[in-house]
């Protein structure tokens, strides 16, 4: 099992621009997640899904766009990238009677 | 709203020694507490868990401390070698409908050799 990937691992974007987040999981979870990373602190959770085809606003949903198409996919979508979103981003999954998240191994995103 | 804060930043300890990681929490409605431990460039990863009915639970090395009177949360790891240096953070799901968990700054733990 490859647990949860994420792709790209590192992009930089110019302000304006827009690119999307690929999280994909292996396990067969119902449950994923976006979180986003800012140095020194906690995550903060952006978008969630409770199941294929639905998605859900998290802390700070702001600027962020996100679908799950498929069950093993949960894609996060930037439209017009801030400087303000610098930073890492980190998927996450989890299903079945623990709600232990499953973290993928993050993208680092820069905007300039 | 709702938040979970840890009391220390930073903590260094001697190898061998026993560390404390200590973690507050203000939504008394929690269900479920998880420690989780981030290794630099890496994604966080599950240490060790505690329902909001138990006040203790052991693992390996580790043992998890909940007291529900104040809100408190503790993080025991026995004997710290150099590969337990990483940040922690805990956790807390207040809607276990959605799994959704909130998380705090995280201690940075240093082992010294």
């Known amino acids: 099992n490859a647990g949860v990937t994420q792709t790209p691992k590192f992009r930089v974007l110019k302000t304006g621009q827009s690119m999307t987040l690929l999280c994909a999981q292996d396990?067969?979870?119902?449950?994923m997640y976006w979180y986003r990373q800012d140095p020194g602190m906690g995550l903060r959770l952006i978008h969630y899904s409770v199941g294929e085809g639905t998605t859900a606003k998290g802390e700070v949903p702001d600027g962020y766009n996100v679908s799950r198409l498929k069950k093993q996919n949960f894609l996060l979508g930037l439209e017009s990238a801030a400087p303000s979103q610098t930073s890492v981003y980190f998927c996450?999954?989890?299903?079945?009677?623990?709600?232990?998240?499953?973290f993928g191994p993050g993208t680092r995103l820069t905007v300039t | 709203g709702e938040s979970v804060g840890l009391h220390l930043p930073t903590l260094s300890v001697q190898e061998g020694d026993n560390s404390i990681i200590n973690c507050a929490y203000s939504n008394s409605a929690s269900d479920y507490f998880i420690w989780y431990k981030q290794e630099s460039g890496k994604g966080p990863q599950f240490i060790i868990d505690i329902r909001s009915n138990m006040d203790k639970r052991q693992g390996q090395r580790v043992t998890v401390l909940l007291n529900k009177t104040v809100k408190h949360l503790s993080l025991q790891i026995a004997a710290t070698q150099p590969g337990d240096s990483a940040v922690y953070f805990c956790?807390?799901?207040?809607?276990?409908?959605?799994?959704?968990?909130?998380f705090g700054d995280g201690t940075t733990l240093t082992v010294k050799p």
């Open positions: 996450a999954s989890s299903g079945g009677t623990s709600y232990e998240q499953y």
């Open positions: 396990m067969n979870h119902e449950y």
């Open positions: 956790a807390e799901i207040g809607n276990t409908n959605a799994g959704k968990s909130t």
